[in-house]
């Protein structure tokens, strides 16, 4: 298994299923975000600051922080499922910690606990500065189901 | 107070001041969601579906599903608040509950208990098409914490 | 079908089976719980004051309310599965909304959303005083899953 | 300050103020759980298998589960605060993620952030076997408000 020869990154299999998955997703692209790492259980995803992500007081706001959190932890999901299926997010819960303030804002979503139908992951979104500096801004928790993949 | 006298409809003054503050929410117009209701405790957002704003599946995204009905709960608890105030979100968990479908999504945030420091809401979306179908796609709660506002 | 004769009582057998089931849950008894209705998709469990259930300043103990709420909740799900079903949490969310005192709190489960895998309770906790005053203490959501009957 | 010297455990004052708090918790001793560490920031519970703590298939019940997770955030919260302080849990969410089965289950409390007003907490409970096997059976996150000490 790749992930044993190389815990910190998915197979290439894997990255290409949830790398083309993400782009087909309209709303990352529109806010910005990009995937930035696929290891197995493991997600991150990168959205850099700019006005068209921003709440009432420059921050990032907190539909935008949830939003590639969410994803961070589909998609760390989905890097432990068989090829023939997807993940939908059943629910999730985040805290708001601190303003998400930085330069942009990176969310990391990793698998708690995988099962056969449902998998827990623990969702963490730092505030980066181009100094380096990093904060916690958000931390939460989601549930996700694994199903066939739908015929479109 | 107004609110006795329309309860249907927040103040002139109290719907000033949410839209205002809506409208310097970059994400908001992003996204093109609209205030369609302000009344005292319960605010309404409306998101039109559009490309910008799926997931994978052409369905709306969870992300911005749980931003709109987020920002729905924010500006409810706005609404009950003294005029020098603000809030933020502390934390808030949603269920998806069906796939976010329809020609649009709405978003309705409701005061369930407003304390001095800590407010709740019942947060709720729903699809909805243009021949009036409307189904509950999305169901959550939500902890906002009242602040004094910032000098900017 | 009996909810459609009285929709406020499940029918006897759906009765009988979560009744059946309450009465195998230690705690319930320890704490000194009772379901005082069981209808389809909603079922109450009622649980008196007493010191055996208090947090230090003499109130439920948050750990009291959630534990009667969550019940409240899985036998909620459980009146709408089929004979040969079980249920499990798969989490819940509560906020405790005001110190939860009265004679009594009663805890109210509704199905919110009833899937083939998953079902979506509310969650509702009342402090209830003799003289009948009655004040939301705690409210909160649930996602619970359905399971073939295990053999013990 | 004691916790540089012991980052392991908290000092004398802080032990006793939680132990205090702990004892006068009927619920706590109902259950038969008990404090097993205080370190600043970190508090542990561990409530040992009987009957009384049980749901209808024999293992912990998630109101338990729950019970000891949740009291062991709000002793972790305590810990950090000064001493006219008392602490309330604003609400948390708890993934059951396992059958929580075992001698016992130990249950953890971290404080993630610690605000001037709201603490946020994460929540792990294990089912522990007297031969030393450890399972994480729930995981979850927690907020709280610091409150001046009611006269009671």
Same mark, same amino acid.
């Given at each position: 298994m790749e992930d044993q020869v190389n815990p910190e990154q998915a197979s290439p299999a894997v990255r290409k299923r949830v790398q083309d998955s993400f782009d087909r997703q309209g709303l990352m692209a529109h806010l910005g975000a990009q995937i930035t790492r696929i290891a197995p259980g493991r997600v991150h995803i990168v959205l850099p600051a700019r006005a $068209?992500?921003?709440q009432q007081h420059g921050y990032f706001h907190a539909g935008a922080t949830s939003a590639v959190a969410e994803s961070a932890g589909g998609y760390a999901a989905l890097t @432990?499922? &068989? $090829?023939?299926c997807e993940v939908l997010t059943v629910e999730y819960k985040i805290n708001l @910690? !601190? &303003? !998400? !303030?930085?330069d942009r804002i990176e969310a990391v979503g990793t698998v708690l606990k995988s099962g056969r139908t449902l998998t827990v992951c623990q969702l963490e979104v730092y505030g980066v500065r181009d100094d380096g500096e990093r904060t916690l801004v958000a931390s939460g928790q989601q549930t996700l189901i694994r199903v066939n993949t739908p015929t479109q």
């Open positions: $068209e992500v921003t @432990l499922f &068989p $090829e023939d @910690l !601190a &303003p !998400a !303030a930085g």
